[in-house]
């Protein structure tokens, strides 16, 4: 166990915030941390007739194109399934008429207290994409083949979030890649 002795916001975004200071360990040890603080994320899964739609999009965090599940930072008085089904309809252009939770997950907790909720969408019906002015979304549709394929591939779909919601739905479907 540890906690904080003294700490700070070094810097303040509409993403995140860096907080730093002095920590001390249960055994009495001094410690420096540092720890972005995030109001949590959502990813959602939608999925139809044997295929799922993901997106493919530049994150200049690491330099590269993304496939990954539709997904978006969860805004202040809203619940992770409604900012799911906000992103379903954003970056797909798809409404569902069931949204089940898959997991609930830190991400990097060495460093960000950024939890995000992963949502499978289902009973799918078409509206319009509305993608939000930065983004440049291309969305992609996979059979479950091509998605277990690509999970397989130690290169390929290496969005953590993304991972989690295909191999959660592999288990819901009594299908387990490999």
Known sequence: MERWVKSEVLYEGPIVRLRAGDAVLDDGTAVKREVVEHDGGVGILPYEDGEVFLVRQYRIAIGSELLEIPAGRLEANETPEERAAVELEEEIGRRAGRITPLSTFYPSPGFTNQVDYVFLATELTETERRPEFDERIEVVRLS????E???????ALVDGKTAVALYALFARLGRIPG
Request: aromatic content about 0%; charged content about 35%; cysteine-free.
């Open 144 to 147: 479950l083949d091509e998605a």
């Open 149 to 155: 394929s690509m999970l397989l591939r130690p290169d």
